[in-house]
């Protein structure tokens, strides 16, 4: 990967999109680095969990790159939109939870990759925003519908037909993120978070981001015989075994095994 650096700390995976003279901006190749992300988390088992962030202190991804977008033909912009879609929907979708640590600028397709995680946690430098709209575009790596369905859709019209940004404080007022911490903080705040959740049953903490994506796009009575399901499948796994025996027996549970 050109524009990714990629690291890992125990079951923890953490990815820096690095394309510092454009403020770490998707194109093409940023976008293929991301695919590459993807398929290298989907091929280790060990890794429970992923951080995505921005490299630098200034920006997570401060957007779709402008210079690469702005001759597109009709065609070509589809095609572009559905670059993106196709690995954003990757991220979205990937098994394990990914947490977005927003570094910085997260404006147009940064604002929509952000989205495209588990949780957002901010910095409290980060601005996010759909500039779309002041550009000539629509926004196009998802922005239309994840965040109506993040923030409701009174709120999401508001900010893409006015491409006002907004500040970390704001982001969190209106659920955007889920916590802001100072600049310095925001690395070790992701990490903690990431370790408490690699700490949990990785089966039932899978199982658990399939019930919510998935279940969120069915009518209620199919998605609680998804969850039954989901709920039933823990029975056949080791931890839940190690899990509920712990407890029983009054002891702490030994490390959860991923089986
Ligand atoms: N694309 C390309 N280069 C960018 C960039 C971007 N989005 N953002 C920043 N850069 C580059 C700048 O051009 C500059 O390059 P040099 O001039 O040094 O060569 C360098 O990064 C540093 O930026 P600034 O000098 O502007 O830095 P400032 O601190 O003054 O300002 C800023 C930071 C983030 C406020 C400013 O750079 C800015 O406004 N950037 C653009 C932010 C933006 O509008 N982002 C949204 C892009 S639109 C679709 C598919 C996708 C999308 C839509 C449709 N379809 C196919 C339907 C997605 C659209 C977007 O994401």
Same mark, same amino acid.
Do not use: W
């Given at each position: !990967?050109?524009?990714?650096?990629?690291?890992?700390?125990?079951?923890?995976?953490?990815?820096?999109?690095?394309?510092?003279?454009?403020?770490?901006?998707?194109?093409?190749?940023?976008?293929?680095? &991301?695919?590459?992300?993807?398929?290298?988390?989907?091929? #280790?088992?060990?890794?429970?969990?992923? *951080?995505?962030?921005?490299?630098?202190?200034?920006?997570?991804?401060?957007?779709?790159?402008? @210079?690469? !977008?702005?001759?597109?033909?009709?065609?070509?912009?589809?095609?572009?939109?559905?670059?993106?879609?196709?690995?954003?929907?990757?991220?979205?979708?990937?098994?394990?939870?990914?947490?977005?640590?927003?570094?910085?600028?997260?404006? @147009?397709? +940064?604002? %929509?990759?952000?989205?495209?995680?588990?949780?957002?946690?901010?910095?409290?430098?980060?601005?996010?925003?759909?500039?779309?709209?002041?550009?000539?575009?629509?926004?196009?790596?998802?922005?239309?519908?994840?965040?109506?369905?993040?923030? @409701? /859709?009174?709120?999401?019209?508001?900010?893409? $037909?006015?491409?006002?940004?907004?500040?970390?404080?704001?982001?969190?007022? *209106?659920?955007?993120?889920?916590?802001? $911490?100072?600049?310095? %903080?925001?690395?070790?705040?992701?990490?903690?978070?990431?370790?408490? *959740?690699?700490?949990?049953? /990785?089966?039932?903490?899978?199982?658990?981001?399939?019930?919510?994506?998935?279940?969120?796009?069915? /009518? !209620?009575?199919?998605?609680?015989?998804?969850?039954?399901? &989901? =709920?039933?499948?823990?029975?056949?796994?080791? #931890?839940?075994?190690? +899990? !509920?025996?712990? =407890?029983?027996?009054?002891?702490?549970?030994?490390? $959860?095994?991923?089986?």
């Amino acid at each position: !990967m050109t524009h990714i650096l990629f690291e890992k700390k125990g079951n923890i995976a953490i990815a820096l999109i690095d394309r510092p003279k454009a403020l770490n901006a998707l194109n093409s190749e940023v976008l293929n680095d &991301l695919n590459t992300l993807v398929d290298t988390v989907n091929a #280790d088992p060990e890794i429970r969990v992923l *951080i995505l962030t921005g490299s630098g202190e200034k920006s997570f991804v401060a957007g779709a790159d402008i @210079g690469e !977008m702005s001759n597109l033909t009709k065609e070509e912009g589809e095609a572009f939109g559905k670059k993106g879609n196709d690995v954003f929907r990757r991220i979205e979708t990937l098994p394990i939870p990914v947490i977005a640590a927003v570094n910085g600028y997260a404006l @147009g397709g +940064g604002c %929509e990759l952000a989205m495209s995680c588990d949780i957002r946690i901010a910095s409290d430098t980060a601005v996010f925003g759909q500039p779309e709209t002041g550009l000539g575009i629509t926004p196009g790596f998802g922005g239309t519908q994840r965040l109506a369905r993040l923030i @409701g /859709p009174g709120m999401a019209k508001q900010l893409i $037909y006015s491409a006002r940004n907004i500040k970390a404080d704001e982001a969190l007022r *209106i659920g955007l993120v889920n916590a802001v $911490y100072p600049l310095e %903080e925001l690395r070790p705040a992701a990490e903690k978070l990431a370790e408490t *959740i690699a700490k949990n049953a /990785p089966i039932a903490v899978r199982a658990c981001k399939q019930a919510i994506n998935e279940g969120l796009e069915k /009518p !209620m009575d199919e998605a609680i015989v998804l969850e039954e399901k &989901l =709920f039933g499948s823990c029975f056949e796994t080791a #931890d839940q075994k190690e +899990g !509920m025996g712990a =407890f029983l027996e009054k002891r702490r549970h030994e490390p $959860y095994q991923n089986r």
